[in-house]
């Protein structure tokens, strides 16, 4: 299995700027995890999808973030407009769907707002 | 709010030593307890669990103890080997899928 796939890995954008975040989930799970990484904040959970449809969204920080599963393969991220205090690792994770299954994460994708 | 707490932030140990990391957390409802590893680079991956229903779950060098009259629990690392350094979150969950991390401990083993 070719596990959780982010994109970009990278990017640097100019703040003001629209990012798009992409996911594709392990084939087969029904949940799908956005966390954002940072020093000062750590790991924290933005949104989490259970068979496509956004069930705890408590986590995104404001109205310029918004999360989208349109299909089960297939999740995207976007922060429009883009500010310099976005800039983190955010990951994407997935999973069977149970309390107690491993939760599978992608290697992230590293922001820069400049 | 913080509900899952981990000390130390970092830690260095000698090849062959021990390891061990704390977390405390909060909320009762919390039946689910992972530690993840994160090398540089990459994400996080799933190391260890326990359920408070045991004391103590082993798996290779790596050993979670749990307390939950204290809603405490740690990871010992023995024979700390140079490849496992890298960072390493405790986290909790309660009937769902929804984890909360605490804030990671970065572990050096040195040569």
């Known amino acids: 299995d070719a596990g959780v796939i982010q994109s970009p890995r990278h990017e640097v954008t100019e703040m003001g700027q629209e990012v798009t975040l992409r996911c594709k989930p392990i084939?087969?799970?029904?949940?799908l995890f956005w966390y954002r990484q940072t020093m000062m904040r750590g790991l924290e959970l933005l949104i989490y999808?259970?068979?496509?449809?956004?069930?705890?969204d408590s986590g995104m920080p404001e109205d310029r973030f918004s999360a989208k599963m349109p299909n089960a393969s297939f999740s995207t991220l976007k922060i429009q407009p883009s500010e310099p205090r976005d800039s983190a690792v955010y990951f994407c994770?997935?999973?069977?769907?149970?309390?107690?299954?491993?939760?599978?994460f992608g290697e992230g994708s590293w922001l820069t707002v400049v | 709010q913080q509900q899952v707490k981990q000390s130390p932030q970092s830690l260095i140990v000698q090849k062959g030593g021990i390891s061990i990391i704390n977390c405390a957390y909060e909320?009762?409802?919390?039946?689910?307890f992972p530690w993840y590893q994160q090398f540089p680079g990459k994400g996080p991956a799933l190391l260890i669990a326990?359920?408070?229903?045991?004391s103590e779950k082993k798996e290779g060098r790596f050993t979670i103890s749990f307390n939950k009259s204290a809603k405490q629990f740690s990871l010992h690392i023995m024979d700390s080997q140079p490849g496992d350094s890298a960072t390493y979150f405790c986290?909790?969950?309660?009937?769902?899928?929804?984890?909360?991390f605490g804030g990671g401990t970065r572990v050096l083993v040195k040569p």
């Open positions: 909320n009762t409802a919390f039946d689910y």
């Open positions: 999808f259970n068979n496509n449809v956004p069930i705890d």
């Open positions: 994770a997935s999973s069977l769907g149970s309390g107690s299954d491993t939760i599978y």
């Open positions: 326990i359920r408070p229903d045991v």
């Open positions: 986290a909790a969950t309660g009937g769902g899928n929804k984890l909360t």
């Open positions: 084939s087969g799970h029904n949940s």
